[in-house]
């Protein structure tokens, strides 16, 4: 109601207590249309920068449907089968999920499994360095999301990609920057040292959703600040 008042005109509270019901009511409702007409132009803009897809990426396997609220990650380890790894995720109830790659589980989970996972992660290698190849990789992702720093080579060498795709995880409130030879997972909420062409090679690709969403027009309004 504040966003209608200060569209009335340019009228004061003062000068509103002088007149009748009717004529305020005549300049809210006023008010109020411009802010709709100018809502639905703002929405109709940010719709043709999102793209709804269908998922083609390869589900997880070996996932335990779970109640509304997953219990708390408390672990993950590497599974082997044969040549495949696997990351399988620990929860409190003893219950695991096996996931091929990141991504798979961002689609599954919310924002506190992401923050638990990550928390469990950097209690093991802050100070030392991953072995296996897919604890490197995963590492890697979180702290890039997590601890952006402007020197590391994910953003210096931007300049050196162009943009593929850019999606978001609704979930977990999660966007994915996917460029040649390199994919940035990032927060919506956070900014990250990304440069102008990469901000508009991602809005020229568009925002891949699975589903309209306020955290989707959120995101477009951050990243066209």
């Not at 991953?130 to 601890?147: A, N, R, S, Y």
């Not at 989707?216 to 600040?225: D, R, S, T, V």
Request: proline share 3%; net charge neutral.
């Amino acid at each position: 109601m504040c966003t209608y008042l200060k569209n009335m005109e340019g009228y004061k509270l003062k000068d509103l207590k002088l007149k009748e019901f009717d004529s305020i009511q005549e300049m809210f409702d006023r008010a109020f249309k411009r802010q709709k007409v100018k809502d639905d132009k703002e929405t109709t803009e940010l719709k043709q920068l999102m793209k709804i897809i269908l998922d083609e990426e390869e589900v997880e396997i070996d996932v335990i449907p779970l109640a509304v609220k997953s219990p708390s990650i408390i672990g993950w380890k590497i599974r082997k089968e044969g040549r495949k790894s696997y990351y399988q995720i620990i929860r409190a109830d003893g219950k695991s999920q096996t996931y091929m790659i990141f991504s798979h589980m961002l689609k599954s989970f919310d924002r506190e499994d992401l923050e638990n996972l990550y928390e469990l992660v950097k209690a093991k290698y802050e100070s030392t360095r991953p072995v296996e190849d897919l604890d490197l990789i995963l590492w890697g992702d979180l702290k890039t999301m997590f601890e952006p720093h402007i020197e590391d080579k994910v953003w210096k060498n931007q300049q050196d990609y162009k943009v593929l795709n850019w999606k978001l995880y609704d979930s977990c409130g999660v966007h994915s920057l996917r460029m040649q030879h390199v994919q940035i997972y990032m927060l919506v909420e956070k900014k990250y040292p990304l440069t102008p062409s990469t901000l508009t090679m991602m809005l020229e690709k568009k925002l891949m959703i699975d589903y309209e969403s306020e955290m989707a027009y959120q995101l477009l309004k951050f990243i066209m600040k």
